[in-house]
């Protein structure tokens, strides 16, 4: 890594230039943090589930016609991935009451919703990514109202299709976090597409019979080990042989080399539609 180009840094990803024009290189951290970055940990093995979970569910939403900027795992830390220009937005989906919505609005945690709920926030953190609306959107120019259209409408779809498959392995998608970034084309069309990671560190994903928490936070709130859960998500999608594949801040090698034998879906299985070959988002 320390021969690439360091494009950003982030609190969980770091993101290096890649080996053609239009790719970067996505890093997956084990650093966890919370509250804005006022509690902060290293927790070993956290990067290499995020990465899994997140490749698995990107491949997953392609074969669906979400775009996204996710082209394949490169190894267990890395994805490659097109560069997009980040809209500065969170779009975030909330099926059950739970986090800032329950202190906003004085609700009680675990109460489903009539319907989903959307809701955006600016990307700012040295503001604390401050809840905003479709106004500010438009006012301050951050997207236009095709681009809303088409944020919301993947966002709604993305929804549908993520809380059947984790209902169907005994989770709750409760709420997620989604970026979304442009790419141009050679004529001045820009294609809208799902970017950053979809893991249990932007969604919140509960036991359907338990109500245990299983994503970040269990890191948040001191609610139990941050990987046990992880590893309980991964292992409920299939992606891992064992919950227990790292454990007391070690990693099973044994256990960690058998990955390699699961096959890249995007790379093996099927060729990654070219998202310019398709219908472009905006003109």
Partial sequence: MARRKLIHEGKAKIIYEGPEAGTLIQYFKDDAT???AEKKDTIAGKGVLNN???AHLMTKLETIGIPTHFIKSINMREQLVRQVEIIPLEVVVRNVAAG???KRLGLEEGQHLQRPLVEYYYKKDELGD???SEEHIMTFGWADPYE???MVTMAWRINDYLSGLFSG???TLVDFKLEFGRIYGEFGEVYIVLADEISPDNCRLWDSKTGEKLDKD???FDLGDLVEGYQHIAY???LIPDREIMKGGSVNEKMLENLDLIENELAKERKLRDVKHGKPRKV
Avoid: D, H, T
Wanted: glycine content about 8%.
């Fill in 34 to 36: 919370a509250f804005n």
């Fill in 236 to 238: 409920k999608l299939g």
């Fill in 148 to 150: 809303m259209e088409e």
């Fill in 130 to 132: 401050p809840m905003i």
């Fill in 100 to 102: 800032s919505l329950v």
């Fill in 52 to 54: 899994r979970i997140s």
């Fill in 169 to 171: 392995i005994g989770l």
């Fill in 218 to 220: 269990r890191f948040r």
